[in-house]
């Protein structure tokens, strides 16, 4: 995962300037987290880079917990939600408010973002669904910094994301990271 830490030099509606080592970096964040900081303000970003090929166009957006960025990883994932709409998906509420409009199948909670029709809605919902316990564990707040961590190795190993959650529930807390980077692919390796 990575993130920007430094000094927030401008507040747009849509977007802040985060200077680190003399380097301002134009970042989108959800609109209710912008209103939560001040100008001059030293604050932690969690970042994910986008490359639009069609727009030959490259944007940082940035997220002031690791859970809000996990869920936007999740929301571009899905077919038809680029990171502007999971952006403004994020800014309708909380992320516990999301998953009980998921749960519930409020299509029109959804639709209420431009660019987002009710069929999309619907399929949306339908794709969330199908990753709700990833979600409620990200929202929870059930996974600690190590488990960022072991995901992230896990990932570069070739794990996919959804088969690794379910899994970290059952090793061992009291672990070294390295014997439970071995349990983890041994459960990994045993599901496929």
Same mark, same amino acid.
């Given at each position: 995962?990575?993130?920007? +830490?430094?000094?927030?030099?401008?507040?747009?509606?849509?977007?802040?300037?985060?200077? /680190?080592?003399?380097?301002? =970096? &134009? /970042?989108?964040? $959800?609109?209710?987290?912008?209103?939560?900081?001040?100008?001059?303000?030293?604050?932690?970003?969690?970042?994910?880079?986008?490359?639009?090929?069609?727009?030959?166009? =490259?944007?940082?957006?940035?997220?002031?917990?690791?859970?809000? =960025?996990?869920? =936007?990883?999740?929301?571009?994932?899905? $077919?038809?939600?680029?990171?502007?709409?999971?952006?403004?998906?994020?800014?309708?509420?909380?992320?516990?408010?999301?998953?009980?409009?998921?749960?519930?199948?409020?299509?029109?909670?959804? @639709? &209420?973002?431009?660019? /987002?029709? +009710? &069929?999309?809605?619907? +399929?949306?919902?339908?794709?969330?669904?199908?990753?709700?316990?990833?979600?409620?564990?990200?929202?929870?707040?059930?996974?600690?910094?190590?488990?960022?961590?072991?995901?992230?190795?896990?990932? @570069?190993?070739?794990?996919?994301?959804?088969?690794?959650?379910?899994?970290?529930?059952?090793?061992?807390?009291?672990?070294?990271?390295?014997? &439970?980077?071995?349990?983890?692919?041994?459960?990994?390796?045993?599901?496929?």
């Amino acid at each position: 995962m990575f993130y920007l +830490r430094g000094k927030i030099v401008n507040l747009k509606k849509e977007w802040i300037i985060i200077e /680190v080592n003399n380097i301002g =970096f &134009k /970042v989108f964040l $959800p609109k209710r987290e912008i209103a939560s900081l001040k100008l001059f303000q030293f604050q932690k970003i969690y970042t994910f880079f986008y490359y639009n090929l069609s727009q030959n166009n =490259f944007s940082i957006f940035g997220f002031l917990e690791e859970k809000e =960025f996990y869920f =936007f990883e999740i929301l571009v994932g899905l $077919p038809k939600i680029g990171p502007k709409i999971a952006l403004a998906i994020l800014d309708l509420a909380d992320i516990d408010t999301l998953i009980s409009a998921i749960k519930n199948q409020k299509t029109e909670f959804f @639709s &209420k973002i431009s660019g /987002v029709g +009710r &069929k999309t809605a619907q +399929r949306m919902i339908l794709e969330l669904n199908s990753k709700i316990t990833q979600i409620e564990k990200l929202a929870s707040k059930e996974i600690k910094e190590k488990d960022f961590e072991l995901i992230e190795v896990l990932e @570069s190993l070739g794990f996919k994301r959804e088969k690794i959650f379910p899994i970290l529930k059952k090793i061992n807390p009291d672990l070294k990271f390295e014997e &439970k980077i071995k349990e983890a692919i041994k459960m990994l390796s045993s599901c496929s």
